[in-house]
């Protein structure tokens, strides 16, 4: 899972691009919120490492609303009051995980574990306590996608990150703890090597989600496009409007996730809409449809963005060039997910409901968004622009 910035800060677009269209197109098999047989008939005991962050609480949701038994264990800091009638077992996945001792669940989800020390510690002592252990890992899994790839590496891979035999990131030094822009998708790997040692092949689960967007995103990487969208006047954007994006909705995991526990799904999966379903210009199209605002829209070329350092920091999330070692961001494969039954929603539905969400926030929230640009920013590099073009 990607909850901080990883070394990409662009997503890539196939060469050639695609066609524009009015807005995302279908994302493949739409959930229909169905509950499976199994899980009416059989409700599983479920912990979960986290569950208060971005991604459980979707989680924990999803698994109640199929009739399942859902304990939480993290340190009681964060949203500690979102689910007051859950049994909330307090505890560290630094050398305090006493609380687990003695206890046992069908499974587990583990969407907290970013420290291979600390997936090997909670893996090693939850084996003989749970038959099924999902762990929420990220497409930085791969090392196309971390940066880890050298120009040769290139020359010999064509897209490189797109397929699940994809050579995966690798660190020198595997003792190092520090989560880092250059460590994330190597710890990333190490923690699902520590999860699966301990538990076997036959009883693990890896998901290896991309940007993940919906309600409840603190990170603003999605947010910030149909936000800035529906602010209305003339707006920014990198690239061409066909350079393609490539995300998942956090509820579409989420179902993805009890599915898994429910019908025993084992092995690693992708996270992701469908490769070349949604570009940037329908992105733009589908949130100025949601927002009903007027925006101008000022594409700015790759040499502007380089030379403005605009591919660092955040300042345009879920894009990237198509070209060098983002080129293939955008193309992830995810057909092991949808053979397996994962169905994604039009994002145009995400954009909708991430802007609901979005307006309940206090208006200092809303005023310092966490990715993006802000105004003075936008404006500044606006008239470079045209400056530059005039």
């Known amino acids: 899972m990607i909850n901080r910035e990883r070394r990409r800060f662009l997503q890539a677009s196939l060469a050639g691009g695609v066609a524009l269209v009015s807005g995302c197109v279908k994302s493949g098999p739409e959930p229909d919120g169905a509950i499976s047989i ?3 008939n059989h409700p599983l005991t479920i912990l979960i490492l986290g569950g208060t962050g971005f991604i459980g609480p979707h989680m924990v949701h999803e698994a109640l609303r199929r009739g399942h038994d859902v304990t939480l264990f993290n340190r009681g800091r964060t949203n500690r009051n979102l689910f007051p009638d859950l049994e909330l077992l307090i505890g560290d996945r630094d050398n305090a995980l006493d609380a687990l001792k003695g206890r046992k669940w069908d499974a587990v989800i583990d969407n907290s574990g970013y420290v291979p020390r600390h997936v090997a510690d909670s893996a090693k002592l939850l084996s003989p306590a749970v038959s099924h252990y999902l762990f929420v890992s990220s497409v ?43 460590t994330y998708g190597p710890m990333k790997v190490l923690c699902e090597r520590a999860a699966t040692e301990a538990m076997g092949e036959d009883r693990i689960t890896i998901l290896r989600p991309t940007w993940v967007a919906g309600p409840g995103d603190n990170s603003d990487r999605f947010t910030y496009w149909p936000v800035r ?23 579409d995991m989420a179902n993805f996730v009890v599915d898994s526990l429910e019908q ?24 100025q449809a949601v927002a009903a605002t007027e925006v101008s829209l000022t594409w700015v070329d790759l040499p502007f963005i380089e030379a403005n350092d605009l591919n660092k920091g955040g300042a345009l999330p879920i894009w990237a060039p198509a070209s060098g070692d983002t080129r293939s961001d955008a193309i992830v494969n995810g057909d092991r997910s949808f053979e397996k039954g ?11 409901d991430t802007l609901r969400w979005w307006r309940t926030l206090s208006e200092d929230r809303r005023d310092n968004m966490r990715a993006g640009l802000d105004a003075g920013r936008e404006a500044e590099l606006l008239r470079a622009w045209h400056k530059q073009n005039a």
């Open 38 to 40: 199994q899980g009416e």
């Open 140 to 182: 930085s899994a791969y090392a196309a996608m971390s940066g880890n790839l050298t120009a040769a590496d290139y020359h010999d891979v064509d897209m490189p990150n797109t397929e699940y035999d994809s050579p995966l990131a690798t660190m020198p030094d595997e003792t190092v703890e520090e989560v880092t822009s250059e």
């Open 229 to 251: 969208v529906s602010r209305g006047g003339e707006m920014l954007v990198p690239g061409t409007a066909a350079d393609l994006i490539q995300i998942v909705d956090v509820r």
């Open 264 to 287: 025993k799904i084992t092995g690693i999966y992708n996270m992701v809409t469908p490769p070349g379903s949604c570009n940037m210009g329908a992105l733009l199209a589908d949130s």
């Open 342 to 352: 994962m169905k994604t929603r039009p994002i145009k539905e995400t954009i909708r």
